[in-house]
């Protein structure tokens, strides 16, 4: 599976969108984008995720670029709630078996 | 949407003694189920696959003899941490694709807080 980069940390106000970049230059053309978050001691959430469309949903919007080497995570309005670690990953069809990253760690501030 | 329970939530054992979690995908079947570890401050390091009605594969570096899978069923994958130690003390986390060779999410466990005194 593609390795991905992803910057260690971000601070967001609360109310203002968070944009978390993830890089994934090896990506090859059957693997999607996936996005999970992890809020202490818990087990990771589903975000989203995609192939090469945007993609958005209830809780957040997906942009892949067009040569799909990297791809944006937007929260549109950051809550405390949304204080987390943002693994974005890229997987196969088939195997779901996820290999995370480092993710990002991201803090909403007040 | 598809569930996946883990019990128990947190685990005290003593040095020496085996420990059993379990993992469950609660309303869908899951022929394919996956362990992660995870350590402090670290990311999720995937452990093992487990496969039902045949044996689980290990990723490089886990011990098999150590971290025994079992998954009897559809709905059920058992880890079972023998002989724990202190450095065994890790949050452990299960997940199961939701619909399997498809385009889907996976589904994770709440996770079970093993430490081991």
């Known amino acids: 599976d593609a390795k991905t980069t992803q910057p260690p940390s971000m601070d967001c106000a609360e109310g203002r969108a968070a944009n978390l970049p993830c890089n994934h230059s090896?990506?090859?053309?059957?693997?999607?984008v996936y996005w999970y978050r992890q809020i202490h001691s818990q087990g990771p959430q589903y975000i989203i995720h995609?192939?090469?469309n945007n993609e958005t949903n209830e809780m957040a919007s997906l942009i892949i670029t067009e040569d799909r080497k990297s791809s944006t995570l937007i929260l549109p309005h950051a809550t405390l709630r949304d204080t987390a670690v943002y693994y974005c990953?890229?997987?196969?069809?088939?195997?779901?078996?996820?290999?995370f990253g480092t993710g990002t760690s991201l803090t909403v501030i007040p | 949407g598809a569930v996946v329970s883990q019990h128990p939530s947190r685990v005290i054992c003593k040095s020496g003694t085996s420990v059993k979690i379990e993992c469950r995908s609660l309303?869908?079947?899951?022929?394919?189920m996956f362990w992660y570890r995870q350590f402090p401050k670290q990311s999720l390091m995937l452990m093992a696959t487990?496969?039902?009605?045949?044996?689980?594969?290990?990723e490089q570096g886990v011990e098999k003899d150590k971290f025994l899978i079992n998954h009897a069923s559809l709905t059920l994958s058992t880890l079972t941490v023998t002989s724990a130690h202190p450095e065994d003390s890790s949050f452990y986390i299960c997940?199961?694709?939701?619909?399997?060779?498809?385009?889907?999410?996976?589904?994770f466990g709440q996770g079970t807080r093993l430490t081991v005194v």
């Open positions: 997940s199961a694709p939701g619909r399997p060779f498809m385009n889907t999410e996976a589904f």
């Open positions: 309303d869908f079947q899951a022929t394919t």
């Open positions: 995609g192939l090469k």
């Open positions: 090896t990506i090859s053309g059957n693997e999607y």
């Open positions: 487990s496969n039902e009605g045949s044996k689980a594969t290990y």
């Open positions: 990953i890229v997987i196969e069809v088939t195997g779901n078996q996820f290999y």
